[in-house]
Every structure is written in structure tokens, then in C-alpha cells.
């Protein structure tokens, strides 16, 4: 345990990132167990790291530990969390808790029968607690752990600090916001920067390819996470990627399944399930049109890159700026919103809001005829109207 205690220092000691995600704040650190699940890259580790580095300087005993160390081959986590809670531990820290076979099993029996003991997991999104052996639904509070908004991005690049807004502050005051945000930056330019290499705080270490890293994601959740989903065949981690490829090339479109399992050389079936499973792993969006139940053995009504760094990463030569700007807007309006189809627009949000993305030039005629409908312009500054800039669906989170 010595060893553990000793890598757990020093990865406390080397988060040197000042910014703090606003999630840090939404998060019941207080609860005795907390899961934080999210795509790779999204920062869920430092996130940790940085709230344990408040703990220490406070006073207070804390445990980082990843459980793909190699003391887990012979260790079990609940005898590890017994150990720390007997020599005065408070705060137990546990990274890439899917690498773990069982460990909501013991996660339960912890919560049970140490009280005292503040525990934190995070893990891939590919996580299901309902599909666990062990019920923690009930016991852990858990949390998403996205990929930087577009306001984030401007902060933690020191170019801009502001506030979210709601969407419907951005529907009613969104010439005013805007007015007061372009004056101050170039915000087209740092639009553009950001749809190409902003979504994952990678931009922020100057000696790091940021495409090469993205690469290297994607090859990491094909090649390990996924192998963790029940029934997955690590053997078709190859044709996985190949599906995804293919995906990218054509996104955002209606799929004809058929057609992709003839690319791949996968079975109908299997592309139907391999695209739940690239969607938990957040590496793709499956739409559908409102109201509309799909399951497992059904096409989705639509398939999305799941943020538009991943066109760089995936297909850079053929970057579609009108795929673009849907999935961008796809993107920032899901962390917070019901997103579907709506049959004369692009998306109907909540139930409630129709919402067309387009270009500068793009006209209303689309969508005149419909209540609560608003149209999203890339490369405006600021709009009027129902006429709002695309790149303000940044600022809802």
C-alpha cells in the first residue's frame, strides 16, 4: 500500500491546471459515494486530482488510485479501503473503475460498511450501473464528465471568462449577449480554432499533437474499454474502428444498415449493436424523431459524429463546414436538453423549441410557419430576431 500512497502524492502534486470545470461545483463531495463517468479526454482525472489537492492542503487524508495498477492483481479494493479507513483515511479516490472485474460488488459492500469513508469512482461512459451485479444505483450519485463548451474553451484559454446562459436567455436576449462578447474578442476566429482542436483540454499542453492524441483516444476505447461491455468480441475491435470510419465519412446521415454491413463485413445485427456501442463511448450520437422508441434491434432515424473535433481526427480531408455545424450544435444542446428530429427543421428541442442550423445566407422560409422555431447562423456575429449566431450554443454550459 506504501507504493500506492506514494504514486498518489505524486499525481496530486503534478496537476498544475488553474482553471476548475464549473462541474467541479455541481458535484455532492459531501455524499459518501460519487461516480463520475465521461468520454476519454474529457478531464475526469485531473478533476479528481485537483479536488484531492484541495483536501491535502486543508489537512485532510486522501487516496488517489487507478485501478489498472498492477497491486490490483493481488488486492482487492475493499481491503484496500479498509486498510485507509483504519490509519485516519477520509477521501478515497478510484480511477478507471471499468478496468476492475466486480467492482460494484465491492463498491456496495464499501458504502455498507464504512460509513465514515467519502469515496469517488470515475470510469468510462461506457458504464451502466443498471447492468452491474451489484445494485449501486441507489447508493452512488453519479455524474457526466463532457467534453469543454465553447465558453469553456475561451476560459481556459484565457481568452474570455463568462458565464452559461440558459437557452431560453439565449432565445430572448441573444443581441445583447452577443454584443457584449464580440466587442471584446474576435469570436469568430476562436469559433473556428475551437470546432477544429477545442472539445478536449488537450489544447492546453503546447508540446502535445492534439490529432495524434484523438488518434490514439479512439484506438485506446476500441482496443480496452470496450472489451469491458458484456458480449463484446475484442476480436472485432478492427472492424469497430472500420464502422467508425465509415460513419465519418457519410455523418450526419440516415443509415442504411444494410449497406454499412456490406462495407464493414459485419452482420446487420452486429452493426445495430456496435452502434450503441460507439454512442456509450461517446464517440458518435444516435437521433431519432421525437416521441419515437428505438431499441437495440432497430436503425436509428439519424447518426452524428459525437463533437466536431472528431472530423479532423477521423476524416480531416473531407470536413463538411454544414455537417459541422449540426453536430456542433447537436453537441452543446445534449448536455442539458431532450434533443430529437423534427420533420421540418433540423431538431426539436425539449419538446418544445424548433431549431434550424444554417449559414449566413440561410433564410427563415424554413421554419416561418412554426411556433417557438429560431434559426442558428454560422459566420454572424450577432443576430436579430429569431436569426441567432450558431457559435452562442456554446455559452449554455
Known sequence: MEKLIEKSIKSIQAVQYPYQRDVIGKINWDWRMNGIIGARGTGKTTLLLQKLQQFRKNGLEVLYVRLDDLYFADHRIYDLADSFRKNGGEYLYMDEVHKYSGWAREFKNIYDSMPELKVVFSGSSIIELTEQDSDLSRRALMYEMTGLSFREYLLMADILSLQAFPLTEIFQDHVDIASGIVKNIPVLQHFSSYLKSGFYPYFLEPNRDYFMTLEQIIRTVMETDLRFLENFDTAQSR??????????????FKPNISKISQKTDLHRQTVLHYLQY?????????????????????????????????????????????????????????????????????????NKFVIEIGGKNKDTRQIRDLSNSFLFQDDMEIGHHNRIPLWLLGFLY
Open 239 to 252: 472492424k469497430m474502428l472500420t464502422l467508425l470510419k465509415v460513419i465519418a465519412a457519410s455523418v450526419p
Open 278 to 350: 460507439l454512442e456509450k463511448a461517446r464517440l458518435i450520437k444516435l437521433v431519432n424523431q421525437a416521441e419515437r422508441y428505438i431499441s437495440r434491434l432497430q436503425k436509428p432515424d439519424k447518426i452524428f459524429l459525437d463533437n466536431p473535433n472528431l472530423f479532423y481526427a477521423l476524416n480531416p480531408e473531407m470536413v463538411n463546414t454544414g455537417n459541422m455545424r449540426e453536430t456542433f450544435a447537436l453537441n452543446q444542446l445534449s448536455v442539458n436538453h431532450e434533443v430529437s428530429l423534427h420533420e421540418q427543421a433540423d431538431f426539436l428541442v425539449d
